[in-house]
């Protein structure tokens, strides 16, 4: 199984925190909110295109709304083989941290 | 309210412009929905920035994500080019070699062309150098001539204001012998040139001074490499070399600089440059004296009209009649209503290597006839092969057929099929080219050889090359690729699907035209090969009014002095030796000309006219028709002359015999009439020739007729005679057939060069004849199959089959023979002597071509004829 990059980590887990599924502002607000960093839409789709490819995201259109100028919306589902993935990166993390040694001292 | 919240529209119609994103992830709604959620929050105007900076940076991101889309496109188009290769192996390997031996040819010819093209570059200023050459008319006919007169230069330069510079050249034409220390050769490239040659043509140097190399009388200027083979290493500058010519006898002549090599590209070339002022011409230049070349420089972006009009007008009048009316028998204005002309015209310099065809060139020049011929077949080439693409692509493409139909039922886009068709052709055409380029670069070096040329493959000389090449590529496939792929995808699957047989007939009328266009392609090359190569049957084997078998040609003949008697008595000593006659010139040549008036009744006529020793008429073989040759017994003979036939026709006499010319030293009689030989090559007619008897004084050179058997004995003979009376002088044979066959050297490499080539045209045509036809009769096994189950035979089967092909053969042999007609008839018109098209060469070659096509289509028809029907039925 593929190890997911930084930025794949996180938009999987802001549609995560958003329920399981949503449409692109709410989870770009979402990424901003966790990476407390810009993030463009050009760089979302971009690997929202390769978490489709690899299966971890199904995207519908969905029916527009009036916020939205009567624009059309895609809706992003997260998939069980993508929670599968979320899943093995929080554990990877984990044994990255397990037995750490306090950090703090060290730094001056 | 709503209508202030709109977005910037430049930006929203750039968002819609990334359709893909547009359509996958609702771009537009994304956007708007964030604008209004910030316009709401912080206005207007940071909503509208944020649009914009996040339409720019998202438009980056796009383009990032459509470059590595198309690699994942491409990818795939490349996978399944790949597959397709491997599946059809033969096809792949038949359409490759096809299409990359026709590039191989076309590139080697094309750079053959471009060298012919680039001669005469070296020169900084080319564009404003001419030549001066002369159209003289007389009132039976005219010529051309290279020569002009001595005191041109000066008069010229000086009465002419468009012109800046002119120089002379003069080349020796006999043959001159330098020496230094115990070195002594007989050298041949020896040019006379004035001190600001290097001002004309800027050889460089290695040594010395180019401005004033040429200054001083008896200097000399020589290449590295006649450097190397007189000194080696040793520095020569200021060393002197003996020279003997004309000009001058055992002379010493100072090195006054060793220059490189002049450039292959050049219409001349010379191993010593001697000091114009050397000669005795130099000292007075007169307009009688027509023996050398005569260059102009003009002013920048001078119209060489203007100068040309000034020469007809102002020089012919200034110098040319007062020569005329000298005597007082007549005006100049009588003299050219009688029909007689000056005419002179500039030459470019750049234009003299192909199209100039006058007389005393310096060197055998090309021609540009050839530079067509060989351009055209470069291009029938290309032609042949790129069809042969196409049609084994369009042929094959009917077993595609399915695949394209369940490919469409799949849900693919034509356009997609298209592009990779075209992907596929490109491809193949890449390949190619990447094949062709490798095999050109080897074979370059044996091509070089084989025309005479050094050519080179320079990619980066030029910054179009490298572009070039590519877009040939690109277009050859599009071309190519076109038919099959719009053919191909337009398939409707439903019927592709249900029935495969009804999909060719559409496309057989365009294959078949164009199979007839490859084959008169390839008869036209084949007839032409053939015209030549007679052509160059009649030069040689056309009776030159002469023996030129077992000839032994001896150069540098006036190392003998007057010795010639005894030489002659030495050598017919020895019984191998038949006969020998000594001459002014090269045997059989005559390149001067000469006014020459008949002293009884005045009739006149200008001229060739050379010299010769006793016992040469016999040596050579000429025909007596009239009187008798010279003959040592009669005393008078020392004042006689002999005429060519044609001479007494231009004389316009009936008895020449006896007759006297005026103006020598002493009357000069007529004593014999030869039959006319063609003393010049065949591309010129024969012209009036007068010969003077040398009394065996003096000769330049030796015929020496002798017996076939021992010929190696028969030379050691008489080189120790030679030996024996020069003091070992240099001794330098030829055989006279040998240099005749010379003169047509350029004809018989034009004649290796069409054949190999129209051979490779045949080779190309034949592969692809060899696939289609492979394709046809897989196309009609069920009705092969049928027809023998019910008793077909295979003849039958094999006339059924091969009649196509030989029907499209006739039309192609109709087709080819109006072009070829009209292109060789051309050629043929730049010989004097020349032999006719006849129908049977294009009978022959179209024969030629049916065989050759029968061969190829006969082994797939009686594979498709002897197969077993209970099989080919099977074959659903």
């Known amino acids: 199984m593929g190890v997911l990059t930084f930025k794949e980590e996180m938009i999987l887990a802001a549609i995560w925190k958003l329920g399981g599924s949503a449409h692109g502002v709410p989870i770009r607000d979402k990424v901003i909110e966790i990476s407390r960093k810009n993030i463009v839409y050009g760089t979302l789709y971009n690997s929202l295109e390769y978490l489709i490819r690899k299966g971890y995201v199904e995207s519908i259109k969905g029916e527009p709304t009036p916020e939205r100028g009567g624009k059309s919306k895609t809706i992003y589902t997260i998939t069980v083989s993508g929670k599968k993935a979320l899943m093995e990166t929080k554990e990877m993390h984990e044994t990255i941290w397990q037995d750490m040694p306090d950090l703090k001292p060290g730094l001056k | ?876």
């Open chain 2, 1 to 876: 309210m709503k209508k202030r919240f709109k977005p910037p529209f430049l930006a929203r119609w750039l968002l819609q412009k990334m359709s893909y994103y547009d359509k996958k992830h609702s771009i537009s709604g994304d956007f708007e929905e964030s604008y209004k959620a910030i316009a709401s929050e912080k206005g207007r105007f940071s909503a509208g920035f944020w649009f914009w900076s996040h339409t720019f940076q998202t438009l980056t991101e796009y383009f990032r994500f459509s470059i590595s889309k198309g690699v994942i496109m491409f990818a795939n188009y490349l996978k399944i080019t790949l597959r397709n290769i491997k599946k059809n192996k033969s096809f792949t390997i038949i359409n490759i070699f096809g299409l990359s031996s026709g590039i191989i040819s076309c590139l080697l010819i094309s750079l053959f062309v471009m060298y012919e093209l680039s001669y005469d570059r070296f020169p900084e200023k080319a564009d404003s150098i001419y030549r001066v050459v002369l159209e003289r008319k007389y009132p039976d006919r005219t010529r051309h001539w290279g020569w002009t007169a001595t005191g041109l230069a000066d008069d010229v330069e000086r009465d002419l204001p468009e012109v800046v510079q002119a120089t002379r050249i003069l080349n020796e034409m006999g043959e001159t012998q330098i020496s230094y220390d115990e070195f002594k050769y007989i050298e041949d490239k020896v040019l006379y040139g004035e001190e600001n040659f290097f001002d004309f043509f800027p050889v460089p140097f290695l040594a010395g001074d180019p401005g004033t190399a040429l200054r001083d009388k008896f200097s000399i200027v020589l290449t590295e490499k006649a450097a190397g083979k007189y000194f080696g290493d040793e520095d020569p500058l200021g060393k002197t070399m003996l020279v003997r010519n004309r000009w001058a006898d055992n002379i010493p002549h100072v090195i006054t600089g060793v220059m490189k090599e002049i450039p292959k590209q050049s219409h001349f070339h010379c191993d010593f440059l001697l000091s114009y002022n050397s000669t005795r011409v130099s000292e007075n230049p007169q307009w009688g004296y027509w023996q050398v070349f005569n260059y102009l420089l003009l002013q920048d972006g001078c119209d060489p009209e203007i100068v040309e009009a000034k020469f007809n007008d102002v020089i012919v009048n200034r110098y040319i009649a007062p020569l005329i009316v000298e005597d007082g028998t007549t005006t100049f204005a009588d003299y050219l209503a009688a029909g007689n002309a000056y005419n002179f015209y500039l030459q470019p310099l750049k234009d003299i290597h192909l199209k100039s065809m006058i007389e005393h060139e310096l060197e055998a020049n090309g021609n540009i006839t050839y530079v067509y011929i060989f351009s055209i077949i470069a291009v029938f080439i290309l032609v042949i092969a790129s069809i042969n693409f196409m049609n084994l692509s369009t042929a094959r493409s009917v077993n595609r057929a399915r695949e394209i139909g369940v490919r469409k039922a799949l849900g693919s886009f034509r356009k997609q099929l298209i592009t990779q068709f075209i992907f596929e052709s490109v491809f193949m055409c890449a390949v190619s080219l990447i094949i062709a380029l490798i095999a050109a670069e080897l074979l370059l070096p044996v091509f070089s050889e084989f025309t005479g040329t050094v050519l080179e493959l320079k990619y980066f000389s030029n910054i179009y090359i490298i572009p070039g090449i590519i877009a040939f590529t690109i277009v050859l496939g599009l071309v190519s690729g076109s038919y099959p792929a719009f053919f191909l995808s337009s398939f409707d699957p439903v019927s592709v699907l249900k029935d495969n047989s009804r999909q060719g007939s559409g496309s057989r009328i365009v294959r078949n035209c164009l199979v007839v266009f490859q084959f008169a392609s390839s008869i036209s090359l084949i007839a032409g090969t053939m015209i030549i190569g007679n052509q160059i049957d009649f030069m040689l084997k056309k009776d030159p009014g002469f023996n030129e078998e077992q000839v032994l040609i001896l150069s540098n003949g006036d190392s003998i002095g007057d010795r010639i008697p005894v030489f002659k008595e030495e050598l017919l000593k020895n019984s191998s030796v038949i006969n020998i006659g000594g001459s002014g010139q090269y045997p059989t040549q005559a390149t001067h000309t000469a006014h020459f008036i008949l002293m009884e009744t005045g009739n006149s006529a200008s001229m060739y006219n050379t010299s010769i020793g006793f016992d040469f008429v016999e040596t050579i073989g000429f025909d007596v028709i009239q009187g008798r040759s010279f003959d040592t017994r009669y005393a008078t003979d020392s004042s006689a002359v002999l005429l060519n036939e044609t001479a007494v026709r231009v004389l316009g006499i009936s008895d020449p015999i006896g007759k006297k010319f005026q103006g020598f030293r002493y009357p000069i009689t007529i004593i014999g009439v030869l039959k006319d030989f063609n003393f010049r090559s065949l591309h010129r007619d024969i012209g009036p020739l007068v010969i003077f008897n040398t009394r065996d004084r003096r000769a330049s050179y030796f015929a020496i007729r002798v017996r076939s058997e021992d010929i190696r004995d028969t030379i050691s003979y008489i080189r120790n005679v030679w030996d024996d009376l020069t003091g070992r002088a240099p001794f330098n044979y030829t055989f006279m057939d040998q240099d005749m066959e010379n003169w047509y050297s350029s004809e018989t490499k034009t004649g290796q060069i069409t054949s190999v080539f129209s051979m490779l045209a045949i080779a190309i045509g034949c592969l692809g004849l060899l696939g289609l036809a492979a394709f046809i009769s897989e196309q009609r096994t069920k009705e092969i199959g049928i027809r023998k189950s019910i008793g077909a035979s295979m003849w039958s089967i094999m006339y059924l089959l091969s009649r196509d092909f030989i029907k499209l053969v006739v039309m192609a042999v109709m087709l080819a023979f109006p072009v070829t007609y009209f292109i060789m008839n051309n050629w043929l018109n730049n010989f004097a002597y020349r032999t006719g098209i006849s129908i049977t060469t294009f009978l022959g070659a179209g024969l030629l071509t049916l065989i050759i096509a029968m061969l190829t289509v006969g082994y797939q028809v009686v594979k498709a004829a002897n197969s077993d029907p209970v099989k080919s039925l099977r074959y659903e």
